[in-house]
């Protein structure tokens, strides 16, 4: 592992799909926003619900290049762009997904719930959506006819003793346009479960999975935090318009999670140069939501819509956020703006032009509280942690370049950088998966409280069959402290820590694996390492469906846990709406 130079340091089984009627509900993106009220933030909880700096569920296994899988998408405030990958499977009738230009940044910690995308679904089968007008490409012929994937009841009539039983799946039961859609969330707050996709928001019950409210929104959605508020509210970004061409990121809707209830509303205000408004990431602190893209930085107060800032002191501005317990801005410092440096060599990234650097911000008021300088040439590629801060960094290209992980102290000055050998770490991240609101604070596989950090090493093929382990390091030291395997024919990624012990996603054993009897589940992992603890073992019977979620957003409290996709898409209409969008485990 390449060393970057030290800076200076400164329901009842099937429940019914995703979707809202067709009439939008009075409110929705048109309230005017409240008298303005000064609101001082309030403690935050980590992503969907739980206390602060939660991190994430892993997604299944699937084999990326480079150290830590490369982000699918370039940070939009890079210079240059960042190695691409689509969102899911291209239909027969559709060109393609767009790439999205986002970045953003990863918390973790002890919390209750902890995700990383999905997708609402259904499993009643009855779409809440017309069928899609998009022309069907030339010489397109449907595929083969989908096999429906069992529902909770029959997959319940093999659970054995000791497992826990499926509590309920859900189809998607939409048909999208083109490639497909991405689903953002979910948000977790009290006993509702919410998440936005395409021009709907719901909220669904986390004990039988019915859906509880649904918002129909006038456009599609094109951004939103990864967390709430502590008491619930939503701010997300919406298009223009339902014009695929003209359309811009430039609305915001906030959301209360509980009820469904539209809140206020509010438009951008341009910048007169390099506003990449089709581009924006968001994050949530206390009650101020802020907004990073090429340009500018918004900060808006969650409760009544107010404006609170809109640019970072200095040359600098953001173009990646974590929120959380605190605010943590990834921003890009050069002489011009991205795109305007007159380098012939295309990739100003790339070519060393840019110093990056890492800042605890104040949500109200904008203001740094400290700084932490990359080194010349190096990009920040994710931010695992904002308490402890533990940052990803990269230089060169995702495949062939030099990458490290950085650990800091709480006031932004350097603690360790973990010294990892040949076991590789490997995040993932839903924006693999995502087109939109591909924030890095959805990437899961490495996770730290104050004295151990875990990683999950990069996925190798053993007996024909992927598998890894987990890697724990001392974070004021960066030494190699243990290495657990995962069990044969499976893979382990950490999702957060919680009273001492790591909470790792056991994925189920890969279809052509040997191993026979077990599925996937939550396990435990100690700070002195030894064999994983069973914590949630899943159903043997489900492990078929369980494969079938590719990349999922895995949560976890109260002894049940929850898999959502972060990207709904199908071969054929048919496939697309049949499709299981989310299954959740336990008594």
């Known amino acids: 592992m390449s060393q970057p130079p030290q800076p200076p ?58 150290p830590y899988g490369p982000p ?55 779409p809440l959506a017309k069928e899609s007008t998009s022309p069907k490409e030339p010489g397109a012929e449907p595929g083969p006819k989908a096999t429906s994937a069992p529902g909770a009841a029959e997959i319940n009539k093999g659970r054995k003793e000791g497992e826990a039983k499926v509590r309920w799946v859900q189809r998607n039961g939409v048909d999208l346009p083109g490639g497909g859609a991405s689903a953002l969330g979910p948000w977790v707050v009290g006993d509702v479960v919410a998440k936005a996709m395409y021009r709907t928001a719901s909220g669904y019950s986390l004990d039988d999975g019915a859906r509880k409210w649904s918002l129909r929104l006038p456009s599609d959605v094109c951004a939103a935090p990864t967390r709430p508020t502590a008491d619930g509210k939503i701010v997300i970004g919406l298009l223009t318009d339902t014009s695929t061409e003209n359309s811009v990121c430039d609305k915001l809707q906030m959301i209360d999670l509980a009820t469904g209830e539209a809140g206020w509303s509010a438009t951008f205000e341009r910048a007169p140069t390099q506003d990449g408004l089709a581009n924006i990431v968001m994050a949530i602190s206390g009650d101020v939501l802020t907004i990073g893209r090429v ?80 080194g010349k040439g190096w990009l920040i590629d994710e931010v695992h942690s904002v308490d402890p801060p533990v940052i990803s960094l990269r230089k060169g290209g995702a495949v062939e370049g030099e990458w490290a992980i950085t650990v ?24 693999m998966r995502r087109n939109v609101g591909a924030n890095l604070d959805t990437c899961v596989g490495v996770t730290a409280d104050a004295d151990t950090l ?33 069990p044969a024919g499976q893979t382990l990624m950490p999702l957060r820590v919680e009273g001492g012990k790591a909470l790792v996603y056991l994925g189920p054993p890969g279809a052509k694996s040997g191993t026979k009897g077990v599925g996937g589940g939550i396990v435990a992992l100690g700070p002195d ?31 049940r846990s929850l898999l959502m996709l972060p990207y709904v898409s199908g071969a054929t209409d048919e496939e697309e ?4 969008a989310m299954i959740a485990f336990g008594d």
């Open 529 to 559: 390492g030894g064999a994983p603890r069973q914590v949630l073992r899943h159903p043997v019977s489900a492990a078929g469906t369980e494969r079938t979620f590719t990349d999922p957003l895995v949560l976890y409290t109260g002894g």
């Open 295 to 374: 340009g500018r930085t918004d900060a808006y107060r969650v409760s009544d819509g107010k404006h609170l800032w809109d640019k970072l002191p200095g040359p600098c501005q953001s173009y990646g956020l974590a929120g959380g317990a605190v605010l943590l801005a990834a921003v890009s410092c050069r002489d011009q703006p991205a795109g305007e440096s007159g380098s012939e060599s295309g990739s100003g990234s790339e070519s060393g032009d840019v110093i990056e650097e890492v800042r605890r911000v104040d949500p109200s008021t904008g203001r740094t509280l400290w700084t932490y300088e990359a």
């Open 454 to 486: 875990y990683a999950a090493t990069k996925h190798r093929f053993a007996d024909g069959v992927l598998t890894n382990d987990v890697v724990a390091f001392d974070m004021s030291t960066g030494r190699k402290k243990w290495k657990v395997p995962a």
């Open 577 to 580: 709406m049949e499709l299981p």
């Open 9 to 66: 340091q400164g329901g009842p089984g099937e429940q019914e799909g995703f979707g809202a009627p067709y009439e939008p509900r009075p409110g929705a993106y048109g309230n005017p926003v409240p008298p303005e009220h000064q609101h001082q933030p309030q403690p935050q909880p980590g992503p969907y619900g739980q206390p602060p700096t939660a991190p994430y569920g892993y997604p299944q296994p699937q084999h990326h290049p480079g």
């Open 408 to 431: 800091l102290n709480a006031d932004g000055t350097f603690r360790s950088r973990p010294a990892a050998g040949d076991d590789v770490p490997e995040a993932r991240c839903t924006g």
């Open 72 to 126: 699918p998408t370039a940070s939009y405030g890079h210079p240059g762009p960042r190695p691409s990958r689509p969102g899911g499977r291209s239909r027969g009738r559709a060109a393609g997904l767009v790439a999205a230009v986002l970045a953003g940044v990863l918390v973790i910690g002890a919390g209750v719930w902890f995700a990383v995308g999905g997708d609402d679904g259904a499993d009643d089968g009855k």
